[in-house]
């Protein structure tokens, strides 16, 4: 499939967590190795799915039951580790992404899906329903990068 065409169809299916985390530090380059390695990765309900374009993997994510920061709500879950490779990047695949994600907390039983969003890529997490949550914080022990909490209220009727 040509890279360039902008019609590549990602297929989605579920990766291990030794391969999320492989890419995760390849693409999203916490400062140390443990960083690339989440509390919730190897929890029996936790996602981790993968895109793959012609056989590669060119794009992460990760959805695991976790409460908000500062609250206990058990029917929370956490998305994290969205990364797309750079030439992979606005053609859907993170949207899709973000649906298959939600889909699986769904099916969990979650009631919301949050996130610990980029500044930068704010506008990505608006596109897919979630709301800014208080104000923007940093993590300097982890990365430069500017955050929000932010929130997707899933309905379930
Ligand atoms: C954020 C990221 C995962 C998005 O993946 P993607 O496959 O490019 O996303 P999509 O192509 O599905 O984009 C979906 C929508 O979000 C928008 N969007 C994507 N990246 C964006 C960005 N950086 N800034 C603003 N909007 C963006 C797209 O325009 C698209 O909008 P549309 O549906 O109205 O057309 C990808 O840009 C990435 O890996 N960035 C670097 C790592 C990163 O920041 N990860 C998130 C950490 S919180």
């Known amino acids: ?8 169809e990602a297929e989605l299916r579920a990766i ?12 999203l380059r916490p ?15 936790t996602l981790h799915l993968g895109a ?4 590669a993997l060119v794009a992460v994510a990760t959805v695991c039951r976790e409460a908000m920061p500062g609250t206990s ?11 797309t490779l750079d030439e992979f990047r606005g053609r859907g695949v993170g949207k899709r992404m973000v649906e298959a994600c939600v889909a699986h907390a769904i099916s969990q039983g979650a009631e919301s899906v949050w996130c610990s969003a980029r500044i930068s890529v704010l506008r990505f997490y ?7 949550q208080g104000e923007p914080f940093s993590l300097p022990e982890y990365s430069e990068h500017s955050y929000v909490l ?4 899933l309905r379930r009727d």
């Open 31 to 45: 400062p140390k190795r443990e960083h690339a390695v989440y509390p919730g990765d190897d929890a029996a309900d």
């Open 73 to 83: 709500d058990a029917g929370a879950w956490r998305l994290r580790g969205m990364a």
């Open 1 to 8: 499939m040509d890279r360039k065409d902008g019609t590549a």
């Open 150 to 153: 932010m929130k997707r209220e």
């Open 126 to 132: 608006q596109a897919a329903g979630f709301k800014e």
């Open 16 to 27: 291990s967590a030794g391969d999320v985390q492989a890419f995760r530090l390849r693409v």
């Open 52 to 55: 793959f374009v012609d056989a």
